[in-house]
């Protein structure tokens, strides 16, 4: 039983395109979070949600949106995608905001073409 | 900028033998330190914890570290185990409830 899924695993797409990230939790987590791994492998916040609110958003492009349609769930949409998005992206959850004990999804790979 | 480094992409090490993995970080407002192991094709995954109280925290094979007044912070594994071999990332935090910022990683190879 996956905790934290995010689908799709992979995602290729030409530039200028608007794609989404769904990313689901079954642990009853209050906080849900989304990461970026750049290419030179740092793992970046771009979000994250406590029981529908936004608390932080780390300066990350508007065309970059969390929705989220209930508290297991924070999906991520982007919006005329650029070379410069592909990485992959890690949804996350945890019990209480930035506990250290954050639970990953296995990640979205996105590539821009 | 990088606030926390990893500067060993890689490490090899026998099985049996001690893992050392090694964290700088430049932010002396840091007082909260993680360390992740990450599997290929899969998300992190939480190993230990510190905070600045500690200079030491154990979980059983593993061991964090902390030198705050080098800015420094290392994870030993002991015994290593061909299991452990992944990826380990420091993270660090200005207190709890605060953002990480990650470093880069370690690739960790635990040879039999």
């Known amino acids: 039983d996956t905790a934290v899924s995010q689908t799709p695993k992979y995602l290729v797409t030409q530039m200028g395109n608007d794609k989404s990230i769904k990313c689901e939790q079954n642990?009853?987590?209050?906080?849900m979070y989304w990461y970026k791994q750049d290419s030179k492998k740092f793992l970046k916040i771009m979000f994250s949600?406590?029981?529908?609110?936004?608390?932080i958003n780390e300066t990350v492009p508007n065309r970059f949106s969390p929705k989220s349609p209930d508290k297991a769930h924070l999906n991520l949409h982007i919006n005329s995608l650029e070379l410069g998005d592909s990485a992959v992206y890690f949804c996350?959850?945890?019990?209480?905001?930035?506990?250290?004990?954050?639970?990953f999804g296995p990640g979205t790979r996105l590539t821009v073409t | 900028d990088q606030q926390v480094k990893q500067n060993s992409p890689s490490l090899s090490v026998q099985e049996g033998r001690i893992s050392i993995l090694n964290c700088d970080y430049t932010?002396?407002?840091?007082?909260?330190f993680l360390w992740y192991k990450k599997y290929p094709a899969e998300g992190p995954t939480f190993l230990i914890s510190?905070?600045?109280?500690?200079d030491k925290n154990e979980d059983g094979r593993f061991t964090v570290f902390l030198n705050k007044s080098a800015k420094h912070l290392s994870l030993h594994i002991v015994p290593s185990q061909p299991g452990d071999s992944a990826v380990y990332f420091c993270?660090?935090?200005?207190?709890?409830?605060?953002?990480?910022?990650f470093g880069p990683g370690t690739r960790l190879s635990v040879l039999p």
């Open positions: 996350a959850s945890s019990q209480l905001d930035f506990s250290y004990e954050q639970y």
């Open positions: 642990l009853g987590h209050d906080t």
């Open positions: 949600y406590n029981n529908k609110e936004l608390i």
């Open positions: 932010n002396s407002m840091f007082d909260y």
């Open positions: 510190i905070s600045s109280i500690k």
């Open positions: 993270a660090a935090s200005q207190g709890y409830g605060q953002n990480f910022v």
